[in-house]
């Protein structure tokens, strides 16, 4: 890269980067095939991150949280994350901490945040998002999953499916119909915890990448959930997911980016020293011109995401801009992972080295989170509005 400097960074960003790279270096990056083995993460890791003061760092004090509402931070960690290779936790940890918490933060009862959040900032409970059923995938309003009112409760019957964290969740974000019509008005957000009954988890899935990430899905039997389980208002759920999606999908970019530096770099060091017809491959012209073609794309990349990043402190960046980041920044990972696949040659296709787990990783990030085709739906709207 050419190593711009990142002028929205100060003294105190730089501190905390240190402090991750540090932690990511000793504690993640060295059991990360031990995982993708397991197809999750250890729940030592949780607590070693909630322990190092990594997990709900804009938490209030009160719940053991930093306070700290400078998004600036949260996007060291999950570059830090993404720079490692680790591409399971660079989506798990900050989809806990910067997709799931915000909900419970911002529309959670009293007693919900006390019960969940000093938990999830400690790295006990691990939190996942249920949005996704097995007939109803960017299609919210076909969701079936419902939630009946029973006075003090309500009763929950369904599934959801391709959930992240989900095998290890203790706590759900839960998408729910509270009233049976499609209808963006029918939609409800409750939150669903392991010690419910009836409240069950699929094995994780055999997945084509992200092999540490314990996907699966999720099924709802009779399942009791109390009132203030419930997030923000009955029939806001549409509105609060729309709110929240755009933070969401500025972390898929985010760490889209920072994986793409990594199979870069991986992609330098392994050309510099690999030979082919008696000369480093780094010498000959092809190599050399697609190098420079994916460190031009991914500055520019880092630059757009970093503006992004400055505009959601301000509270400016809205879900067009979002999604356009989400959509630009995956289909640069996805064409960087080809790219850095084919330099490597056969090796690149050899489980054992990285850029080949990159590749089969970076697939799905333009399926989550919104597929790109929806993205562009979105960038769309706002232009022709």
Known sequence: MFGLPRTQYTADHELFRE??????????????AQWENEKMVSRESWKKLGENGFLGIQ???????????????????????????????????PLHSDIVMPYILHYGTDEAKQKYLPKMISGDYIGAVAMTEPGAGSDLQGMRTSAEDMGDHYLVNGSKTFITNGYLSDVVVVAVKTEQRRSSKAISLLLIDREMEGFTKGVPFEKVGLHAQDTCELFFDNVKVPKSNLLGEVGHGFNYLMTELAQERLVVALAAVALGEYMLQATVDYVKQRKAFQKNLSEFQNTRFKLAEMTAALEQGRIYCDQLVMLHNEGKL?????????????????????????????????????????????????????????????????ILK
């Open 59 to 93: 938490a209030p004090e009160e719940f053991g949280g930093m306070n700290i509402q400078d998004f600036r931070f949260s996007a060291i960690l999950i570059e830090e994350l993404g720079l490692s290779g680790c591409s399971g936790p660079a989506i798990g940890y």
């Open 318 to 382: 809205d879900s067009a801009m979002a999604s356009a980041a989400k959509y630009n920044m995956t289909e640069l990972q996805c064409k960087v992972a080809d790219e850095c696949v084919q330099l490597h040659g056969g090796y690149g296709y050899m489980w054992e080295y990285g850029v080949a787990r990159a590749y089969a990783d970076a697939r799905v990030q333009r399926i989550y989170a919104g597929t790109n085709e929806i993205m562009k739906e979105l960038i769309a709207r706002k």
């Open 19 to 32: 402090s991750v790279r540090a932690f990511v270096a000793k504690e993640i990056a060295p059991y990360n």
